[in-house]
T-cell receptor, first 112, second 116 residues
């Protein structure tokens, strides 16, 4: 079993839809959670990070962490064609480490 | 300046060539990273430097040789690569020189390497 599971997609939605992207993890030592957006042939861009359970909102993006279920989500409201990209979840453990564990990424297509 | 820059953007090299990738950040970050990313896969950690010293080497073949000349600059020297080394090479940096669980990594745009 992988430490982090993420549906690879592709996920196709119409413009304006609410998008839900998810990752599950198996190790309760993960304490810090990130979402990155990666356009084709570009480097990952940090979208959201959170250290605790609950919701964190930034514009059209909401990150949600449920540590009891070992489940994290990224919601995108009013999705735009420019949101079409691969979304990577990443997490790290509470003990001092540089190492992120990445999900495989979900490819999202927002159709105009 | 809030970005990580990488040069070149694209590189094509033969298996006998020697080339170098360059990464620069001016955010005062004390940890810098090299990742390798194959198509449709997540980034794989290769090396971590903290306070300009090699902190992590993820069992990377010796044909990849990292160098950190100063706190803003990170190089990856390439020699005798194989076609399977073709990938997007990403540099990242994070603020703290000591590993912390809340230290966020910021990525550069990457160098797309093709080995013929």
């Amino acid at each position: 079993q992988k430490e982090v599971e993420q549906d690879p997609g592709p996920l196709s939605v119409p413009e304006g839809a609410i998008v839900s992207l998810n990752c599950t993890y198996s190790n309760s030592a993960f304490q810090y959670f990130m979402w990155y957006r990666q356009y084709s042939r570009k480097g990952p861009e940090l979208l959201m990070y959170t250290y605790s359970s609950g919701n964190k909102e930034d514009g059209r993006f909401t990150a949600q962490v449920d540590k009891s279920s070992k489940y994290i989500s990224l919601f995108i409201r009013d999705s735009q064609p420019s949101d079409s990209a691969t979304y990577l979840c990443a997490m790290s453990k509470s003990s001092g480490t540089y190492k992120y564990i990445f999900g495989t990424g979900t490819r999202l297509k927002v159709l105009a | 300046d809030t970005e990580v820059t990488q040069t070149p953007k694209h590189l094509v090299m033969g298996m006998t060539n020697k080339k170098s990738l360059k990464c620069e950040q001016h955010m005062g970050h004390r940890a810098m990273y090299w990742y390798k990313q194959k198509a449709k896969k997540p980034p794989e950690l290769m090396f971590v430097y903290s306070y300009e010293k090699l902190s992590i080497n993820e069992s990377v073949p010796s044909r990849f040789s990292p160098e950190c000349p100063n706190s803003s600059l990170l190089n990856l020297h390439l020699h005798a690569l194989q076609p399977e080394d073709s990938a997007l090479y990403l540099c990242a940096s994070s603020p703290s020189g000591s590993p912390t669980s809340t230290d966020t990594q910021y990525f550069g745009p990457g160098t797309r390497l093709t080995v013929l």
